[in-house]
């Protein structure tokens, strides 16, 4: 059974700080690594790809992946109100994703 | 681009009765998913299909479930009968290639009592 598993949370970080957000799979031939924002009552929505270990910055947020050490995380920089939401960690092996039941984040103002 | 567009919203149903959710997935995707919902379970995948063609339908729950894309813009899930451990939202969601993240649709809230 390929799995992903995330801290459910709620993680509490005041506004202006550094959100940390962790993830790791269990499929260690996984390729394609995914952040979704879920804002409650809402669908998911793609906020961020990886695919090759590193880092990739867009904006505020920045992936990291160690397919090593089979562990994803995203950090969110300068955290606003808004940011508050459900992040979801998917990971594609073969052709479907599979989803990580989501940390809650919560920004403190 | 009008997005995965799924109907309906909200769908209240008595335990028994058959349930049909529609999604109308972003024209020129060829993968389509099925994935519900809950607190306790986060995202399932159902099952999803390639160029309309089901691929892997292991996350259907049971035989009550059935799925069906009869062309490339038009995909059902059908429950029947439904039961209340069916309450769910259930998304559908499109994709490119399968190598991209997926868009979903804004989901059916799906209330069986």
């Known amino acids: 059974q390929k799995e992903v598993e995330q801290n459910s949370g709620p993680l509490s970080v005041p506004e202006g700080a550094i959100a940390s957000l962790n993830c790791t799979y269990s499929d260690r031939g996984s390729q394609s690594f995914f952040w979704y924002r879920q804002y409650s009552g809402k669908s998911p929505e793609l906020i961020m790809s990886?695919?090759?270990?590193g880092d990739k910055e867009d904006g505020r947020f920045t992936a990291q992946l160690n397919k090593a050490s089979q562990y994803v995380s995203l950090l969110i920089r300068d955290s606003q109100p808004s940011d508050s939401a459900t992040y979801l960690c998917?990971?594609?092996?073969?052709?479907?994703?599979?989803f990580g039941k989501g940390t809650r984040l919560h920004i403190l103002p | 681009d009008a997005g995965v567009i799924q109907s309906p919203r909200h769908e209240v149903t008595e335990m028994g009765q058959e349930v049909t959710l529609r999604c109308k997935p972003i024209?020129?995707?060829?993968?389509l998913f099925w994935y519900r919902q809950t607190m306790m379970r986060g995202l399932e995948l159902l099952i999803y299909?390639?160029?309309?063609?089901?691929?892997?339908d292991s996350g259907m729950p049971e035989d009550r479930f059935s799925a069906k894309m009869p062309n490339a813009s038009f995909s059902t899930l059908k429950i029947q009968p439904s039961e209340p451990r069916d309450s769910a939202v259930y998304f559908c969601a499109s994709s490119l290639q399968g190598s991209y993240g997926y868009t979903f649709g804004s989901g059916t809230r799906l209330t069986v009592v």
């Open positions: 024209s020129g995707h060829d993968y």
């Open positions: 998917a990971v594609k092996g073969d052709d479907k994703i599979i």
């Open positions: 990886i695919y090759s270990n």
């Open positions: 299909f390639n160029n309309n063609v089901p691929i892997d």
